[in-house]
């Protein structure tokens, strides 16, 4: 029988990391909408952050996006940051956004181009050491539209001589997160297009670069838990980009789009003793709220882990075990849908109420009237989006 107060503890032990880019505007080549109330400045990401981590309490740290979150102090944001109670999680790079990108990051057949892309990444271990943050999140746009437009040998080469000046610059706890991609913006080939790609470059590199898993970046129909479960038995998951997609990289609310995918994988984690913050994985969440209003998307994303993560936490391990030892194909898969057919609302309302919360967060937020207040005061000035 599943020990409930055990899976309270686990459930208030979880923490989950916003994106800032995720307060701000985004949207599709189409259309970027605004929002009244979206943050002008890295502060007021890192204000609305905290506002998620106020009625969570599982959301403590946020992640940044370099230059979208360039300031003079970096030292000084994360004072900031503490002051209203989060902390800078990961450090994310963009060579995506640069002209001089066109042709690859650094892959670029032009070595001066390849030389300015590490200084990026080689900059952003700089802001780590001024935030304190663990994680050096890359992910490269870099890829190639149609066959023979480069030499596809050649562009893993030029990956791997960045990843190793930038992996010997790592200090301390620091580490890479290595983002993979299948496609986009490259449309024929990109250079780290799926978690093997990543895997044996972080292989190459040594034990302190792991895989990132974006739930967006894999092609319909990938059993994403197989990879997880793979990567873990390899201790090379290092962090997930949560979302969800019905087709290609939506970045929809994680899930939204598919809650029994989100279930199986954080039953993955579950089962490989690893969703505890000492096991070092980060989770973080990787969306887009082009129509929705941002911060209680956020919030409701936040829940929508947090019920995945009771679901899988429920899970009777014994019963499981004995039914796949039994061969008993039926009642294994019961016994795994039993728990995720359970309703763990009630449970994660009793651990809000157990860690002083409000036992529904989005209501609360709403009667909060933070919502109003961003509104109301941020009138004027340029508000924070993509800039692509
Ligand atoms: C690329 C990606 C990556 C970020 C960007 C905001 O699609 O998932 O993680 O840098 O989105
Ligand atoms: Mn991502």
Not at 105 to 117: F, H, I, L, Q, Y
Not at 140 to 145: A, C, T
Not at 207 to 229: R, S
Request: glycine share 8%; aromatic share 10%; proline share 5%.
């Amino acid at each position: 029988m599943t020990d409930t107060s055990a899976v309270k503890r686990a459930l208030a032990a979880q923490r989950i990391e916003t994106p800032s880019w995720a307060f701000g505007n985004s949207g599709t080549r189409f259309k970027v909408f605004t929002q009244p109330g979206v943050p002008r400045s890295p502060e007021e990401k890192i204000a609305d952050a905290a506002a998620v981590h106020r009625f969570t309490g599982v959301a403590p740290t946020v992640a940044l996006h370099i230059p979208w979150d360039k300031v003079d102090d970096y030292h000084a944001l994360a004072e900031y940051a503490g002051s209203l109670g989060v902390g800078i999680g990961a450090v994310n790079t963009n060579v995506f956004q640069d002209d001089d990108y066109k042709l690859g990051s650094v892959t670029n057949p032009d070595p001066g181009v390849r030389r300015k892309a590490t200084d990026h990444l080689l900059e952003a271990i700089d802001i780590m050491d001024a935030t304190g943050s663990r994680d050096l999140k890359l992910w490269f746009s870099d890829g190639i539209n149609y066959p023979g437009q480069d030499d596809l040998r050649n562009r893993q080469d030029r990956l791997a001589a960045a990843l190793r000046e930038t992996y010997d610059r790592l200090g301390g706890d620091q580490r890479i997160l290595l983002e993979y991609k299948l496609f986009e913006p490259a449309f024929y080939a990109t250079d780290i297009p799926d978690w093997g790609t990543s895997y044996a470059h972080c292989v190459e590199l040594g034990e302190k670069a792991t895989v990132c898993i974006d739930t967006g970046h894999h092609a319909p129909g990938t059993n994403i838990e197989f990879i997880v479960a793979f990567l873990l038995r390899q201790r090379k998951l290092g962090a997930f980009d949560f979302n969800s997609r019905f087709y290609a990289d939506d970045d929809l609310m994680a899930g939204a789009a598919d809650p029994f995918q989100l279930f199986r994988i954080m039953y993955e984690i579950v089962r490989g003793d690893a969703l505890d913050p000492a096991y070092g994985i980060t989770f973080m969440l990787d969306q887009c709220h082009n129509i929705e209003t941002k911060i209680p998307a956020i919030i409701r994303s936040v829940l929508n882990i947090q019920e995945a993560t009771a679901k899988a936490l429920l899970v009777d391990r014994e019963a499981l075990a004995k039914a796949q030892t039994d061969g008993d194909v039926l009642e294994a898969n019961a016994v795994l849908m039993d728990a995720y057919n359970t309703d763990v609302r009630p449970l994660l309302a009793e651990v809000r109420t157990d860690m002083g919360l409000d036992p529904d967060p989005v209501a609360a937020y709403k009667r909060s009237g933070y919502q109003e207040k961003i509104v109301a005061e941020r009138v004027g000035g340029r508000q924070a989006g993509w800039g692509a």
